[in-house]
């Protein structure tokens, strides 16, 4: 769930967003531990995180080209079922983008 907001002008635009993720497991997480070769197949508990970033474009064509940049940061530590002490990593993680993006709907 995200709180975004965008300012655009003729042709340029900017925007930003804030707020939570819920990370849902797709399947059963593998578990490989490189110092202690230990490794297995079990459930993972992922934390909730909080989402921010924000983004720039600009007008060329019929849409807009973009560059995005985000932060994500789990408010916890993953656990694992099948790891010997259980808890495995809290992740922080830092992308960027860029991207071009045609809007169906303008109002």
């Known amino acids: 769930m995200l709180a975004a907001f965008t300012y655009r002008q003729r042709v340029f635009s900017v925007g930003g967003y804030a707020g939570a993720y819920f990370p849902v497991p797709l399947n059963p997480a593998r578990y490989a531990d490189r110092f202690t070769g230990a490794s297995g197949t079990g459930d993972a508990a992922l934390p909730i ?44 993680t ?14």
């Open 49 to 92: 995180g909080l989402a921010a970033g924000g983004s720039a474009g600009i007008k060329l064509g019929e849409g807009v080209l973009f560059a995005d940049a985000r932060v994500l940061l789990d408010l916890g530590y993953a656990h694992f079922s099948g790891a010997p002490d259980g808890d495995l990593c809290k992740r922080r």
């Open 94 to 107: 830092a992308a960027f983008g860029i991207g071009y993006e045609i809007g169906f709907i303008n109002y």
